[in-house]
């Protein structure tokens, strides 16, 4: 039973992956993570296609976008500030008193939201208990510090489960 609050509606490997027409129509209000989706963990390089995919949903698609993280960092805010975008950081992701604040501000519609993160216990999870559309992004890295290691071979065992469903 709780694995289905960790099951995404959509598994991608990169943001080339995420055409528009994968996105439900409804969905105009994009919280896209952090750290292992737009930001390499190890190296802190910004993934150029989630950029360039956030600038097209903002430009042509009328979207809004919210950067969100459960860590701070200063590279956090400058893409945030490159992109003209809001930045949450220590969201405290998957409880996180942040997504109901978002969702009074669009009127409680949970379809109009959408969650892409490489979490399933933080940025998925989340997202499915708050009833929002949810992309899972494959991380940009593998490497992990301490308990995330664990976490992330248990989730990749799940993403594998979940591909197969999909």
């Known amino acids: 039973m709780f694995k ?27 919280l896209v993570d952090l750290d292992n989706t737009l930001i390499h963990k190890a190296t802190h390089q910004i993934n150029m296609q989630g950029v360039e995919w956030i600038n ?12 969100i993280s459960n860590n701070k960092h200063p590279d956090f805010e400058t893409l945030a500030t490159s992109l003209n975008v809001p930045l949450i950081q220590y969201a405290l992701k998957p409880i996180s008193h942040h997504y109901r604040l978002i969702l009074k501000q669009y009127r409680g519609d949970k379809s109009k939201i959408m969650v892409i993160g490489d979490q399933l216990l933080t940025d998925i999870l989340g997202g499915k208990l708050h009833g929002f559309y949810t992309i899972y992004h494959k991380p940009l890295t593998s490497k992990d510090v301490g308990y995330n290691g664990l976490i992330r071979r248990l989730e990749k065992k799940w993403i594998n489960d979940y591909e197969s469903t999909l």
Request: aromatic share 12%.
């Open 4 to 30: 289905r609050y960790l099951k995404p509606d959509c598994i991608i490997s990169s943001f080339e992956e995420l055409s528009f027409d994968r996105v439900p129509s409804r969905c105009f209000v994009a």
């Open 56 to 67: 097209t949903f903002i430009s042509q698609h009328q979207g809004s976008v919210i950067l």
